[in-house]
């Protein structure tokens, strides 16, 4: 079974650019999720989707990210325009709508902002 | 609500020596609970789940955890620490989140295993 696929892997930006990070979840995986994670701590959720329906997005900073899934599959995040406390990982994961809801995580991509 | 303390920021020992991480949880009912390993530059990996099927449960390379509803616990153990260990690991709760059947997780702060040679 393929796992979630992210892309880029690496991206470095100056501040007040925009950048776009692509997620491909796990087939038939309904929900999916981005998290933020800074260097040294946990994962910040940022958006949830169910399916193509945005279910949380109370921790996304909507004045300058965004996030979209079209078709309820792939989906996009993006950032503009990016602050240099932005630089983090951004961490893609998809789960099933089942018991006891566990996540899968794909390698993230990790963001420097100069 | 739910909520998850891992106990210590850090864990050091030597290789070949036992591994215990610590985490305690809080919630309202039965809980899902869960292990992830992060290593150095790496995503985060699913290294074992508590569905309520058994109290012990195994994990990947020779991990398991122990739930003890009776201590609101969820240590994570491992017989002997390889070098391989050495990574972020997290404890998490799942739980509900707004109206139809929605699920969030919980994350502890993460414990740092460093595996002394």
């Known amino acids: 079974e393929a796992g979630v696929a992210q892309s880029p892997r690496y991206k470095i930006i100056e501040k007040r650019q925009s950048v776009a990070f692509w997620c491909n979840p796990i087939s038939g995986h309904a929900t999916l999720y981005w998290y933020q994670q800074i260097l040294g701590q946990g994962p910040k959720l940022l958006i949830q989707f169910q399916n193509n329906g945005v279910v949380d997005d109370s921790q996304l900073p909507k004045d300058r990210f965004s996030a979209e899934r079209l078709k309820g599959v792939d989906s996009t995040l993006k950032i503009q325009p990016a602050k240099l406390e932005d630089s983090a990982v951004y961490l893609c994961?998809?789960?099933?709508?089942?018991?006891?809801?566990?996540?899968?995580f794909g390698p993230g991509t990790r963001l420097t902002v100069t | 609500a739910q909520s998850v303390t891992q106990l210590d920021s850090h864990v050091s020992v030597s290789e070949g020596t036992p591994v215990l991480l610590r985490c305690n949880y809080s919630s309202s009912y039965s809980p899902s609970l869960f292990w992830y390993v992060q290593h150095p530059n790496k995503g985060l990996q699913l290294l074992l789940k508590?569905?309520?099927?058994a109290t012990l449960v195994k994990g990947i390379n020779g991990f398991e955890a122990e739930f003890k509803k009776s201590e609101t616990s969820f240590h994570l153990t491992k017989p002997s620490a390889h070098m391989s260990d050495a990574a972020e690991y997290f404890c998490v709760v799942s739980a509900p989140f707004g109206v139809d059947s929605n699920y969030q997780l919980i994350w502890g702060a993460g414990t740092k295993l460093i595996i002394k040679p």
């Open positions: 994961a998809s789960g099933g709508r089942n018991f006891p809801y566990e996540q899968y």
């Open positions: 508590y569905t309520s099927a």
